[in-house]
């Protein structure tokens, strides 16, 4: 497996296009054990830097560090072994049962002319297994509801054995009974050493799973550090103009769990 550098790290970056930077001085670091929940306004560059971290688009300044090692320096499946991307919505261009999606995941590590192995496919059963979705694994994929198909589309992600999951809104249009389902598979894969970076415009989001948030203003200015140090009142209100309410509550198992509520009110 990778060494234990922390798996994306990013140093004073600056994303964009054609060398025009959109977001400036990110640093962020995401490692195995930990979800990092990155939020901010429509249209304020969470695509584009998750863009740059993926390596679809160049830095315009600074440096993303993959595994240790500058990630231009990495071809496509040695990028594979360290990040799997779970994308928000995917539309096969084939009738593709689960299992077939899940499948895909081992594809980075195949050869042009290679078949997926026996190996290949008992990996997918028992993924497909522990996240609890094997009853639909000749279900075609365009077929079952938006949960259901995102927890295929992670299914996916841990077949490819990446060890960082990179989640753009995994539980975005999703109802509360498959918020809470995509959620909780979440919290477990960092209990299982995996990693997580995902987008959410649901603060709520980051104060279940998230160990640490990165919140962008509407001004681009980017704040950085444990949860509820960064989603306060203050900085919230700052990034979405609009009044909001942090309250704390406290869960059915006497845990505390903080909620965002807005007000209405435009700051």
Known sequence: MPSEHPTITARNLSCGYHRHAILTGVDLEVSTGEVLCLL??????KTTLFRTLLGHLSPVAGRVEIGGRERSSLSRRQMARYIAYVPQLHEPPF???VFDVALTG?????????????ED???TEEVLTRLGIAHLSARPFTELSGGEQQMALIARALVQDGRILVMD??????????QATVLRCVRDLADERHGVLMTSH???HAFLVATRAVLVTRNR??????????LTEE?????????????????PDGEAVRTCIPTLELS
């Open 40 to 45: 901010g306004p429509n249209g304020v560059g």
């Open 95 to 97: 009738a593709f049962t």
């Open 106 to 118: 081992c594809v980075s590590r195949l050869g042009l002319l290679d078949s997926p192995s026996r």
């Open 121 to 123: 496919r008992e990996r």
């Open 169 to 178: 809104e995994p539980a975005a249009a999703l109802d509360l009974r498959n």
């Open 202 to 204: 649901n603060p709520d």
């Open 221 to 230: 200015e980017i704040l950085s550090g444990p949860v509820n140090e960064v």
């Open 235 to 251: 900085n919230l209100q700052a990034a979405y103009g609009t009044r909001v309410q942090v309250l704390e509550t406290t869960s």
